[in-house]
């Protein structure tokens, strides 16, 4: 049976980071028809309830009906160690981050923190992720099993490191080629899953490990690819001197197939113009952590010069270098990145980012992301004015951007009234 969604409405007809706000599409009173787990129909509510009088109505009143959020790279392995206090990347890597991953090995612990991890996003409104493993076959399997009883669309991969990594958290060339191939085969495909090749950084694989992920990757056709990139300055150096012949940090990558259309890299702060070139060129996606950037005290990413350019730009937690699970948090973090940086996000733009823009970066805008006829029905609906001080600014507002801003800035998972999975209650 058909059910009819109702509420105030937001959509995109464009890219408001290129073509301005007017590419956003706001409804007063919208409804969004859900059919078989996908949107069937979006446009004014009255109309769609004299079309399909048969319809089940649920009314959100003043509440945002919009896409659901999509997180573009974070690592469920770091929910339990999430706001870990007093180090930058590599230090926070080996204090506190490489232990915790360790404990993966155990496939009834990597169950547990899936399940509170999608207990997590789930509640924030985030319907898709594209998240890190370690390098155990257990946590992926966990992930992906959590995934499936969900419903979610997911994205994941078995993260390779065969080196500048503790005992029981190496692989090997071989043996990271093994055991992601196999992950692929079991669950790429399977339902809404995705498997994505995942080798973690280039410090932490060998020129050998690097050469396999690019063989494996260039085998595996519809799989995205996900790394970290130009995140700290003292990581930049430390690529350096580990490839004294590379010509700049993403060579690294590029020199074993590693840099082309669906692959992800995260954080991407720090730049050579080759690297901007290149990574044009190739239409790899370009993925903002900004809790992440500000907590591990990355930089400032340089989202203006990124999205003028006409980058593949997603917007990403990075659980749990970032210090929230939620894409409201993230979208207010993004502002304050950008405000450093001189240049005032509009309101169009973050949300677009946190939906619109991280499915482009993941290359499913045509499946999620959106609500038009025909997208899976992954819709969060968004209280705004879901605390006394959200709902006396939004009280103020003149339009629909000023009723959405303080929900940005101030908001988290009490803003969120329900939660769509393939048109299914999450
Ligand atoms: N670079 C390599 N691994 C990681 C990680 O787990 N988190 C972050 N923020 N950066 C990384
Ligand atoms: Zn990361």
Redo the contacts with the bound molecule.
Sequence with gaps: MAELLIGQTLRFEGNPTTEGPGAARHSARGGVLIEGGRIAAVGEADDLRRAHPDARVTDHGDALISAGFIDAHV?YP?TAMIASWGKR?IDW?NSY?FPEEMRFADPAYAAAIAKTYFNLTLANGTTTVCS?CTIHPESVEAFFAEAERRGVRAYAGKTCMDRNAPEGLRDTPQSAYDDSRHLRDRWHGVGRLNYVVTP??SPTSTEAQLEAMGALWSESPGCLMQT?LS?QTDEVAWVRSLFPDARDYLDTYERFGLVGPGALF?HAIYLEPREHARLKEADASLIH?PT?NTF?GSGLFDMDGMTRGGYRVGLAT?TG?GSSFSMLRTMAAAYEVAQLRHRALHPAELWWLATQGSARALRADDRIGNLAPGMEADIVVIDLASTPAIAQRAARARDIWEAVFPTIMMGDDRAVKAVLVGGRPA
Excluded: M, V
């Design positions: 690592h770091q990347l890597l981050t890190y973690r950084f970290h995140e995260g952590c992440s591990i990075d270098g």
